[in-house]
C-alpha cells in the first residue's frame, strides 16, 4: 500500500516521502499512530501544496536566523573576573553566564545551542561557536577583562 508519512519515521523515511509498505503495518500500527496517510491522487496533490509551504516557512526561518547570526557577530559580550597578583583569574564564564548575558542584549539562546565544553578561565579575548540549527551556524565573542 502506498503511503505518506506524515513525521519522520526510523526505519521508513522522513515526512512527506512516499513510500510503499505491507497492508498489515500500515492498517495495525502506522495509521492508529497517525503517522501515515494512504496516498490517492488528492493527497497526493495536498501533499505538494503542503511541501510547497512548508518550504517557505523553513526558507522564511533560515533567514530570520542568519541575521541573528549577523546580529551575534557584533556583539562583544564582556566579563570581568578577578585576577591575582600572579596573574590567574579566580572565576569562569560558564554557558550560562553567556546566556544571560545575550538575555540582556535581547537574543534567545538556548544552552544546548553554544559550543563550550568547558567554562572559559583566562584573560583576554576568545571566540564561541553558536548552532541556531542544523544549517545556521555562527561566532559570538567573548571577553575576559580584569576586575578593577
Not at 103 to 132: M, W, Y
Amino acid at each position: 500500500m502506498k503511503v505518506i508519512l506524515l513525521e519522520d519515521t526510523k526505519g521508513l523515511g522522513k515526512k512527506f516521502d512516499i513510500k510503499e509498505v505491507k497492508d498489515g503495518y500500515v492498517r495495525n500500527f502506522l495509521l492508529p499512530k497517525k503517522l501515515v496517510q494512504i496516498a490517492t491522487k488528492t493527497t497526493l496533490a495536498q501533499l505538494k501544496i503542503q511541501k510547497e509551504s512548508e518550504e517557505k516557512a523553513i526558507a522564511k526561518l533560515l533567514g530570520e536566523l542568519e541575521k541573528i547570526v549577523d546580529a551575534l557577530k557584533k556583539e562583544v559580550l564582556i566579563f570581568q573576573l578577578k585576577v591575582g597578583d600572579k596573574g590567574e583569574v579566580f572565576g569562569s564564564v560558564s554557558v550560562d553566564k553567556i546566556i544571560e548575558s545575550l538575555k540582556a542584549k535581547g537574543f534567545e539562546i538556548k544552552k544546548e545551542q553554544i559550543d563550550l565544553e568547558t567554562p572559559i578561565k583566562s584573560l583576554g579575548e576568545h571566540v564561541i561557536n553558536i548552532r541556531l540549527d542544523r544549517e545556521v551556524k555562527g561566532t559570538i565573542k567573548v571577553k575576559i577583562e580584569a576586575e578593577d
